[in-house]
């Protein structure tokens, strides 16, 4: 899939993207595939498949979540900074915090929103537990998003907390989604989750079907969660 192939697949999801947002993309790809050679950021090297897996792949979050200029969505996990940074290049005005505790990948990251100066943008080199008990933080974003960090039961209890009343968690799964989902239900609702919802994708050229799995936040989470680093992970909430 190249650039201009991109702009026009997304199209179908609301998104139009203008010859400088193109560009963004561009430059992106370009720091991406220089910055792999020393530092792994993404096991995808071919740059063709980049485009479809990652770039294309984020953009697909907008099927949900609509248009996010205006909105404040945080990316937990980021890594190379997907699916937070192509969400920003298409909704310049949205607000987005990325959250990547490998410093390496944070200095990445701030390299690419200095090259294509994104503006409202915040790089924390921070665990996601730590920062969802700060106020600043925590019950502060419209949108907590994650793409292949954890299994369901886990990323609840990060996004959830940093989610405020009335906003979503977002979460990119594979053919996982549907069992993992059902675990998790308990936890979500002790999360202050309602019913998850899910969304099949299907990325050009597989026959793999991805999720986007939403839940919204109904109430408050308990001040307990998440608990301290390592927990979530370590001994999931019960389903």
């Given at each position: 899939?190249?650039?201009?192939?991109?702009?026009e697949?997304?199209?179908?999801?609301?998104?139009?993207l203008?010859?400088?947002?193109?560009?963004?993309?561009?430059?992106?790809w370009?720091?991406?595939?220089?910055?792999?050679?020393?530092?792994?950021?993404?096991?995808?090297?071919?740059?063709?498949?980049?485009?479809?897996?990652?770039?294309?792949?984020?953009?697909?979050?907008?099927?949900?979540t609509?248009?996010?200029?205006?909105r404040?969505?945080?990316?937990?996990?980021?890594?190379?900074?997907?699916?937070?940074?192509?969400?920003?290049?298409?909704?310049?005005?949205?607000?987005?915090?990325?959250?990547?505790?490998?410093?390496?990948?944070?200095?990445?990251?701030?390299?690419?929103?200095?090259?294509?100066?994104?503006?409202?943008?915040?790089?924390?080199?921070?665990?996601?537990?730590?920062?969802?008990?700060?106020?600043?933080?925590?019950?502060?974003?419209?949108?907590?998003?994650?793409?292949?960090?954890?299994?369901?039961?886990?990323?609840?209890?990060?996004?959830?907390?940093?989610?405020?009343?009335?906003?979503?968690?977002?979460a990119?799964?594979?053919?996982?989604?549907?069992?993992?989902?059902?675990?998790?239900?308990?936890?979500?609702?002790?999360?202050?989750?309602?019913?998850?919802?899910?969304?099949?994708?299907?990325?050009?050229?597989?026959?793999?079907?991805?999720?986007?799995?939403?839940?919204?936040?109904?109430?408050?989470?308990?001040?307990?969660?998440?608990?301290?680093?390592?927990?979530?992970?370590?001994?999931?909430?019960?389903?």
């Amino acid at each position: 899939m190249e650039l201009t192939r991109l702009a026009e697949a997304v199209t179908g999801f609301g998104v139009a993207l203008s010859a400088d947002q193109q560009a963004q993309f561009a430059a992106y790809w370009q720091l991406l595939l220089a910055w792999n050679e020393r530092l792994n950021l993404t096991a995808v090297r071919d740059p063709e498949t980049i485009i479809e897996r990652h770039f294309y792949d984020s953009l697909t979050c907008v099927a949900v979540t609509g248009d996010l200029n205006g909105r404040a969505l945080i990316d937990v996990g980021t890594g190379a900074g997907f699916p937070g940074l192509p969400l920003k290049i298409a909704f310049p005005q949205m607000q987005l915090t990325l959250v990547e505790s490998v410093a390496k990948k944070a200095s990445f990251l701030q390299t690419i929103v200095v090259e294509l100066r994104l503006a409202s943008v915040q790089i924390v080199a921070e665990r996601a537990e730590v920062l969802a008990h700060q106020p600043a933080h925590r019950a502060h974003y419209d949108w907590a998003v994650a793409r292949a960090v954890a299994e369901m039961r886990v990323l609840a209890e990060y996004l959830l907390p940093f989610c405020r009343v009335g906003g979503f968690m977002l979460a990119q799964k594979g053919e996982k989604a549907v069992a993992e989902t059902a675990i998790a239900a308990a936890a979500i609702r002790l999360l202050g989750g309602g019913p998850a919802q899910l969304h099949p994708m299907t990325l050009p050229g597989t026959t793999n079907l991805h999720y986007l799995v939403t839940v919204e936040k109904c109430a408050p989470t308990p001040e307990l969660y998440p608990r301290r680093p390592g927990m979530a992970a370590k001994r999931p909430l019960a389903g």
